[in-house]
């Protein structure tokens, strides 16, 4: 069966650090991959999907980058931490386009202090 | 861009009660999906019920189903003998190539 990672589970960083955070899907190969986050109370943003090995496509241009190492890992990153960047993120991967629902790793509560 | 729109933020029940969420949506495609996602405390987001929207009949899982209108772009959840356990967000999706989400709605279940 499939299985998506995703990790640290919370995360506490300062104002100007780097963030790295990962995502991983295990039975399945060429997965569409999806970064959101998520705003207290708010609903989901999508920020970066990808539809393979280097293919990444921003939604929202922003502090913050995506990549795609490896078919089954997506990493979002950022150089410099802004306060704003602060919230709840999830990833999440489809075997596909259309009719497919998506499958969400257990998110990463990010804190900029 | 397509959006979603759903315009209860809070909705309380009756535990054993029945309760509608409603969601609208915008697109001008004729061939799409579309979800409801249930997001409890721990945020985890699992996937209630899907409709494609090709089909004419109303979506069913247990206790679960949808009132999909396609003219009207509508697309609400009914929750039926609704628990405990149901207390969470409800968040409503419209997928065509990636998935686009309302912003939910907050559901209490009083016992």
């Known amino acids: 069966s499939q299985t998506i990672h995703q990790w640290p589970a919370t995360l506490v960083q300062p104002v100007g650090s780097p963030l790295s955070l990962e995502c991983t899907v295990e039975g399945t190969s060429n997965p569409n991959l999806y970064w959101y986050r998520q705003a207290a109370g708010r609903g989901l943003q999508l920020l970066f999907y990808s539809v393979g090995i280097g293919q990444i496509s921003s939604e929202v241009p922003q502090n913050l980058s995506a990549s795609r190492p490896q078919d089954r890992q997506f990493i979002l990153s950022s150089k410099k931490l802004l306060l704003s960047d602060s919230g709840f993120y999830l990833c999440?991967?489809?075997?596909?386009?259309?009719?497919?629902?998506?499958?969400f790793g257990s998110g990463t509560r990010l804190t900029v202090v | 861009a397509q959006t979603v729109t759903q315009s209860q933020p809070e909705m309380s029940v009756q535990e054993a009660e029945t309760v509608t969420l409603s969601c609208t949506y915008d697109?001008?495609?004729?061939?799409?999906?579309l979800f409801w996602y249930k997001q409890p405390p721990s945020r985890q987001m699992i996937l209630v019920i899907r409709?494609?929207?090709?089909?004419?009949q109303n979506a069913t899982e247990n206790r679960f189903s949808v009132n999909f209108q396609k003219a009207a772009k509508s697309f609400s959840l009914k929750i039926s003998d609704s628990q405990l356990g149901d207390a969470a967000m409800y968040f409503c999706a419209y997928r065509e190539n990636d998935m686009r989400f309302g912003a939910g709605t907050r559901l209490t279940v009083k016992p």
């Open positions: 999440a991967w489809s075997p596909g386009q259309g009719a497919y629902g998506y499958t």
């Open positions: 697109t001008s495609e004729s061939d799409y999906y």
């Open positions: 409709q494609e929207a090709y089909k004419q």
